[in-house]
Each structure stands twice: as C-alpha cells, then as structure tokens.
RNA sequence: UGGGGAAUAGUAUAAUGGUAGUACGACGGGUUCUGGUCCCGUUAGUCUAGGUUCGAGUCCUAGUUCCCCAGCCA
C-alpha cells in the first residue's frame, strides 16, 4: 500500500543535529544528554543564550535531558551570588533542568581518585617547577617543549607529594599535578598538562574542604563522564583541548564516553560579548550594572524588555555553524518587534509634551473614548482613554513650516487624533524665545472616534494625552551601547561606548491605563516603539525603557534629506 | 617555521554531484485611524587558479585570506 501523502518536508538540520541524529539511528547511544555549563563567574549573556538554546533544544527535541552544572573548579573567582542569578537567567529564558542541577565541585572525591589512578599508571606526576619554569620549558607555537626534570619521579614519590598537597602541607605554585602526555606535541594542550594546582581558597560549596583543584581539563569531560552526558557541545577555542579531553577519558576509569563538539560562538554589532569586557563595563562603571538595558547580558534584556521567546527566536534563526560569525544587532531587534507587536497592549504615551488646547471643547468637561488595545489580537479587547479640553501631543508632531512629506500637524492643518477626533490648528502661541509653548485647536464633534461623516481623510493621525489626567513619567530612551557595528577590541574599547546610548526623558505624559504596567511588561507606545515598565518606577511615576522602537520610514526620509522632496 | 578551525549577496544561513534558496538589512510600491503591522516587487552571492565530470558551492590538486592555541582561567 503506497503513502498517500508526501513526506514531511525535512527541516533543515545543523551539523550537530545531525551528528546526534547518526548516533541515535547507529545505536551508539540511546538517549541524548547535554549540558549546560556557566562558571559562577559572571553573569549570562545572550552568547549564553545561543548555548543554552542549543542544548536545552537538541534535548527536547530527541527526548533527551540537558543538565545544569556549574563548572566550579576555581575558587578564587567564583562566587555564590552568581548561581542563584544564573539559575534565574536560565529559568526565564524558559528551560529547565528539572533534577539535573550538578557543580563540578560536587565531583571532586571521583576528580582526587582518577588524578591518583593517573598517577599510578604512570600517566601523572607532581611537578616541583615554579609557573614561570613551566611556561619557559613548554616550549612555543612552533618549538617543542622539554621534559620537566621530575616527569620521572617514582609512582610512590608521586602518589606521596600528591596526597600532601592535598593535605594542604604545600603554598600555591609550589607543586602541581600534571598529566604525562607529550613535551613534543604540536598541540600545546598536550605538554604536560597541568591538572591539579593548590589553592588555598575557600570554595563557594566546598568551603575549605579542599586547598588543590582540578583545571578545567582535568574537571569537564570527566564531569560528563560522571553525569552520562552523551554530546558535549562546546565553542570552537576548546577544539584544540579535544585531543586532551579524548586522552583523559580513554585512560580513566569512566562510566561513559563522551564526546565534545565545537560550534562557533556568537558574535553581535554594536556591542560586545566577551565576559573580561562586560566586567570592566560593570565595574568602571560605565554601565549602571549587570542588568543596565544596555548590557547584552540576559539580565540586561530582561530589563530592557526584550521577551524571552524573542530571545529564543533569535538564537534559533542565528543558527548553529563552525564559521565565525558577527550578526547584526537588527535581527535581535527584528525579533523583539515582530514578537511584540503580535502580543503587546497599545498604549498613548507623549514623551516630549506640547500642549494643545481645543478652544470649541468646554471647559471643565471629559469624555471617554473608546480605543483597541491590540489591533493585531482582539481578544485584547477595548479600554476607554479620556479625553478633555487641554491635551498633550509630541512636540515633533507639529511643525509650523512644514516640509513637503509632513503629514502631521501643522497651522491651518487638520489631522486626527487616534480613536478621537478630527483637530485644526488655529494659532500658535510662542514665548519670548519664538520657541512654540502651546498650540490653539478646534476640533469637529462630528468625527467623534476618528472618522467624519462626510467622508473627508486626513493624513496624519496622532498619539495624545488628556492634560488633566495624564500620568507624570520617566522614560529612558536607548541606543546602542557601541557606536561602531565591530567596536575595536583593544585596550581603547571603552573610546567606542555611543555616547548617547541612554536618553533620560523626564515629564513624560502617559494615559492613565500605564500606571498600572506591572514592572516587566512590556507595551507599545503607539507610533513610538515597546517600552517595559521598569523596577525603578513607581504607580505615581512609573519609569519605563525603550525596548526597540518601532521602524520609522518618516524619520529615515528626514535623515536622507528627501523630506521635502 | 607548529597544531586546530573556517571561507556562499551588506549580515547570517541552506543547498549532502543536478534550476544557488531563505531570513534580516537596504531600496521602491500597495493597503492602513500607528509614517507601525500586512502585502507586492527590486537589489545582491559560491575566496583564487587549475583539474575530474554530461554536469561542481559540493569531488581532487595547489594557493590565498581570516579565526583560535604558548593560564597553575574557563
């Protein structure tokens, strides 16, 4: 009997789904496990993110699981508060390890006992040599290193200097652990790696149980050894430790086989990714912190107002290759708008007042009007907007000389304003300065909710605000944190930070529905872009951030000169 | 003069020897009570040189360019 229909048109698979595709049909193996694994060192971002989408997604995807573990081998810089916050950031970009929390520190007895199973088979030994003796006899790119003159101290010497240092009876630098690989590879990861260095530090879990650590050779692939992990994708700079990894694995006593991929890490314009940057982003204060919305940290977006769907949108398109790459900020900003504008609520928000009084409307009086909350989703529904005889529109929506392409409001001109009326500016009222303070307006009752009866258009349709119930905001308005797409990356990094990467606005006037934004959601300022309510803000003056405004072909015609044209 | 990796429109990514496709961007137009959305269109690409083949982005040879590696960081 033939199949009707045809096959499903196969999605297009990146080289890793593929590879995990292979294993699973050759058989070898049977379920799919990956891991995620931050050092608790620094906060996410959203280079984290496109991992994490990895390896959470290719385990959902093949009904595998993905573990969380914290790669915790270095006590001197790792600290607790950026667990819990990594925990977090991982949670809200919507993944969950469910039971599969682990921290390599948590693997540090099995760690001790393969370093001594090392050192028993002859494939280990303590080194005497101080870090600089080791860094001059390890050779250089292209020159061989050379033995160190205690690779071949006795098993029982060895198993005898390891066991004190871990007693704690040597200073840091004194003696380290290395695995006997060979002096003479071309791969420096193979000379004699150091696998064990004494630190006396308190770890963050272990406390001051321990005063030697594994490196991170000598503590990841035996990690996912230990937690069953299947495919251990990781970043092109570790393709070169793979040799390494491989070795360790095969001459250890292992309850699994691991195997590592490299894909390449995510690079973006205008901003930069590296954690050594971000910190110094943070801490010279450049930033106002972690989670300033300017940062391309997870925290940083979360403030912003970027959504986490947007997020996984955006790592999904950004795709999964060995080739470097630098994707450009307006696809990050492309997914925020086009999820954004399917779910955000519709709100009236004048960020630069101009005041307009409606001379024909009686004083003293309101109404309110009737307006969508979200024309892309009706279930939205409705809310009713007040309106009165003093109003506020944006400034840059009048123009008593107005250039040819000006639709808007202008003297003589009439225009609408949104789920209102049809309004004509009569006068133009300007202070000592000639600077314009207050416009003088009729409007017609007759276009009551926006459309005349007589069937008369007009071009332009404005935001507003009624003056008397208008709620005072802050809004801060930003740009990118570099002004360069590729911000050099020396020491003179900081020279590129845009100056004008954040814009406070303040008297802002919001509709009286915006002070109840809960902090974190994020609402279209109609004509204006999304902007999430921030924690800063408060119900009498809210404060929000411009998440990404919306795309604004006025603004481009202005900058091209064609305006008038 | 070592080892590893990568080269497809401006950017990113498909095409697994058989019509070089998609998305973002840019540009133009239509619709519109958001100069938004939506719709339509235009733009623009296989690093180079040879070879194999009826046919090459894909295979072979030789180059070129770019990225990573000399932490007791990860």
Avoid at 353 to 374: D, R
Avoid at 477 to 497: C, V
Avoid at 527 to 549: E, K
Wanted: include cysteine.
């Amino acid at each position: 009997m033939s199949e009707a229909h045809a096959p499903e048109a196969e999605a297009s698979r990146d080289f890793i789904r593929e590879v995990i595709t292979q294993d699973l049909k050759s058989g070898k193996t049977d379920t799919l496990v990956t891991r995620f694994p931050p050092e608790p060192n620094g906060y996410l971002h959203i280079g984290h993110a496109k991992s994490m989408c990895l390896n959470f997604g290719v385990a959902g995807e093949f009904g595998g699981h993905c573990n969380l573990r914290f790669d915790d081998t270095n006590p001197t810089k790792e600290e607790h508060e950026y667990i819990e916050a990594i925990k977090r950031d991982v949670s809200w970009l919507g993944f969950d390890w469910g039971e599969h929390l682990y921290f390599a520190s948590g693997h540090f007895e099995t760690l001790y006992k393969w370093a001594e199973h090392l050192i028993v088979n002859g494939l280990a030994f303590v080194d005497d040599q101080t870090a600089e003796e080791i860094r001059e006899t390890r050779g250089t790119l292209t020159a061989p290193g050379t033995n160190s003159p205690f690779r071949d101290r006795s098993v029982e010497e060895n198993l005898d200097l390891f066991r004190r240092m871990r007693s704690g009876e040597f200073a840091e630098g004194v003696r380290v652990l290395r695995a006997k690989v060979d002096m003479a590879s071309g791969n420096i990861n193979m000379r004699d790696p150091v696998i064990y260095r004494v630190l006396h530090a308190s770890h963050p879990r272990t406390g001051d149980t321990w005063c030697i650590y594994p490196t991170y050779d000598f503590a990841h692939g035996q990690s996912d050894a230990i937690e069953g992990v299947t495919h251990s994708l990781c970043t092109l700079e570790f393709a070169d430790h793979r040799p390494l990894y491989d070795w360790l694995i095969e001459n250890l006593p292992v309850p699994s086989v691991p195997r590592q991929y490299e894909f390449s890490r995510l690079n973006l314009t205008h901003t930069v990714l590296s954690k050594r940057r971000l910190i110094q982003l943070v801490e010279e204060g450049h930033v106002n912190g972690w989670d300033d919305p300017r940062m391309p940290s997870l925290c940083g977006l979360r403030r912003r107002g970027f959504p986490p769907a947007a997020v996984r949108d955006f790592a999904q398109r950004v795709g999964i290759t060995k080739s470097d790459n630098v994707i450009e900020m307006a696809l990050l900003e492309h997914c925020a708008r086009e999820l954004l504008n399917k779910i955000s609520l519709r709100r009236s928000a004048v960020l630069r007042p101009l005041k307009v009084v409606i001379e024909n409307y009686p004083e003293g009086e309101s109404e309110l009007l009737e307006a969508v909350n979200n024309p892309e989703d009706e279930g939205a529904g409705q809310r009713q907007v007040p309106f009165s005889r003093e109003l506020y529109i944006e400034r840059e929506d009048f123009m008593e000389e107005p250039p040819k392409k000006f639709f808007r409001l202008a003297p003589g001109r009439e225009v609408r304003l949104r789920y209102a009326f049809f309004i004509t500016c009569t006068d133009v009222i300007k202070d000592e300065n000639g600077e314009v303070t207050e416009l003088r307006c009729t409007y017609d009752p007759e276009t009551r909710g926006g459309d005349a009866p007589d069937g008369r258009k007009v071009k332009g349709t404005l935001h507003w605000v009624s003056a008397a119930h208008a709620v005072e905001a802050e809004v801060r308005l930003y740009e990118h944190l570099f002004t360069e797409a590729e911000p050099s990356l020396g020491a003179d990094f900081l020279d590129g930070i845009n100056p004008e990467s954040i814009e406070v606005l303040e008297g802002c006037m919001l509709e009286p529905a915006l002070a109840e934004t809960p902090v974190g959601e994020t609402v279209q300022f109609e004509r204006q872009g999304y902007f999430a309510a921030d924690p800063d803000g408060t119900p009498d003056r809210p404060v929000f951030n411009r998440t990404v405004g919306l795309r604004n072909t006025w603004a481009k015609l202005q900058a091209s000169g064609q305006a008038n044209t």
